[in-house]
């Protein structure tokens, strides 16, 4: 009833694709091949086809995630009663199976189904915390970031030897020398502040006395003063 409805609104029943095995029922995209629906085999705990209409068949499974029970409706152009046949074939051979290796192999995919969905809560954490960690990277680059007006204390410069280029502000500290002895004093004394460049010491008339120099010159000193 509701496919006509759909029929007369203009909506389109979306086409799939099926695949039966002895592990399941998978619906696919016709086109891409994409599985849209994977009804393990397991789960499904019913299938009939319409005895009135040969187009439509069902099957109900129980969902892995939500636990409940979803009724899958098809519309199979008159070959439904087969594709019904096809997924009892399923079971039986699914059973002989069961009985070949007793019961391993129904466990096996049960712990595969369990380790599957381990994984992907695991991915799903793990992209959780990637976000966190992305978040807090952009937290410290913020924090170091200068604020304006701060001022970065530079290293001393040093030379292409690695040493402190001279200042003649610097005082020079004596250094020892390598046998441990301390380096020998200056060979030369500080010049004397009392004397010129030759040796001679400065003049100044007004410490001059009376005898340092001849009459005319003491008689024209006394003028100038």
Excluded: W
């Excluded at 091949?33 to 994977?38: I, S, T």
Aim: aromatic fraction near 8%.
């Amino acid at each position: 009833f509701q496919r006509h409805i759909k029929k007369s609104e203009g909506q389109k029943i979306p086409k799939v694709e099926l695949q039966i095995s002895i592990y399941g029922v998978k619906i696919l995209d016709p086109k891409t091949k994409d599985v849209q629906h994977n009804c393990q085999l397991h789960r499904i705990s019913f299938c009939a086809d319409d005895k009135t209409d040969k187009r439509i068949f069902t099957f109900i499974c129980k969902d892995s995630e939500s636990n409940k029970h979803l009724c899958y409706v098809f519309d199979s152009e008159k070959c439904a009663e087969e594709i019904t046949l096809t997924i009892g074939q399923a079971f039986d051979l699914a059973y002989k199976k069961f009985l070949e290796s007793g019961g391993k192999d129904v466990e096996t995919r049960k712990q595969i189904g369990g380790l599957q969905k381990r994984i992907q809560e695991l991915e799903t954490e793990n992209a959780e915390l990637k976000k966190q960690l992305q978040e807090l990277e952009e937290q410290l680059m913020i924090a170091h970031v200068p604020t304006a007006g701060s001022v970065s204390m530079k290293p001393q410069s040093t030379d292409i030897f690695d040493m402190v280029p001279f200042s003649p502000v610097t005082p020079l500290v004596p250094t020892k020398a390598s046998n441990g002895c301390p380096p020998p004093p200056p060979t030369t004394l500080p010049p004397d502040i009392s004397k010129d460049l030759f040796g001679a010491e400065p003049f100044d008339p007004f410490t001059c006395g009376a005898a340092d120099f001849p009459p005319d010159i003491q008689s024209k000193l006394d003028e100038m003063q």
